[in-house]
């Protein structure tokens, strides 16, 4: 590793510090402080969804400015990033519960919406520009990449897949029958790992629509970590296998260099 490289690694997160709200007095300006492509005004004032989109949890068509006794993903903050995520999840493909839960964890808080129309709009709020990641499950079988997502910011080309189906034949194809087939943390069964690797999929394929990994490097295949590097942005989960056993080296965290790259506003 070149000295630039672990200087790049050590660098302080660009992301707001604890307590950085006093830094954003509202009701704002044309500035945009977290910078999370929505202007300090707008956040001091609340979001209002566009159209057709609305917050999964609860249907609320509006997000407030943040403020005592509300959850920090049913409003938004001037001072802390937003991510909004439009889920577009076929009923019978479900994502585990625990899926991109682990994306806050990269200096910003997740929104996750529905779209109650037909419309391909990932525009969040008028008249701002800045758009949502859009994730989807797709029924496709047998061999191939288990997700796929273009690189960039949520205001690219975005295209998130995930396809649980692949994900399970995958695990199953490594765990026939007398095989004892379990993670590096010792979860054993290949349906739990199934749900544990389609986890680590969906939050990979997002990572890669907000910037990760920003060094294109083909030993890699583009835009990953190592492999072997047991983190969610390695380009492939390590399995070990041995007669009659398959040890499955499965992320559930980003690394440091992650948590520099992750970009929302702009595009790349």
Not at 40 to 63: F, H, I, M, P, Y
Not at 84 to 92: A, K, S, T, V
Not at 207 to 235: K, N, W
Request: hydrophobic share 40%; glycine share 10%; aromatic share 6%.
């Amino acid at each position: 590793m070149s000295l630039r490289r672990l200087a790049f690694l050590l660098a302080v997160a660009l992301v707001a510090p604890l307590g950085a709200s006093a830094q954003v007095v509202c009701p704002g300006g044309s500035g945009d402080f977290d910078q999370d492509g929505f202007t300090d005004q707008q956040e001091c004032a609340g979001l209002a969804l566009v159209a057709g989109l609305r917050v999964k949890s609860n249907g609320a068509l509006t997000l407030p400015r943040c403020a005592a006794g509300v959850p920090r993903d049913l409003c938004v903050d001037p001072a802390t990033r937003d991510l909004f995520l439009i889920d577009q999840i076929r009923p019978e493909l479900p994502l585990p519960t625990d899926a991109l839960t682990g994306l806050g964890s990269l200096g910003f808080t997740l929104h996750r919406m529905l779209r109650t129309d037909t419309s391909t709009d990932r525009t969040v709020t008028a008249p701002s520009v800045q758009k949502a990641v859009q994730i989807t499950t797709a029924p496709d079988t047998g061999d191939g990449v288990l997700g796929r997502a273009n690189w960039g910011t949520p205001n690219g080309l975005d295209g998130t897949t995930v396809y649980p189906n692949r994900i399970a034949a995958y695990v199953n194809g490594l765990c026939p029958a007398g095989t004892v087939c379990q993670t590096n943390t010792g979860v054993v069964g290949a349906p739990a790992i199934i749900a544990i690797l389609t986890r680590w999929v969906a939050d990979h394929e997002v990572g890669h629509t907000v910037g990760l990994t920003r060094v294109y490097d083909s030993r890699f295949g583009g835009y990953h970590e190592a492999s072997g590097s047991l983190t969610v942005m390695e380009q492939m989960p390590k399995v070990v296998q041995k007669r009659g056993s398959a040890v499955f080296y499965i992320a559930t965290s980003f690394s440091s260099a992650s948590l520099v790259d992750a970009k929302l506003a702009g595009t790349q």
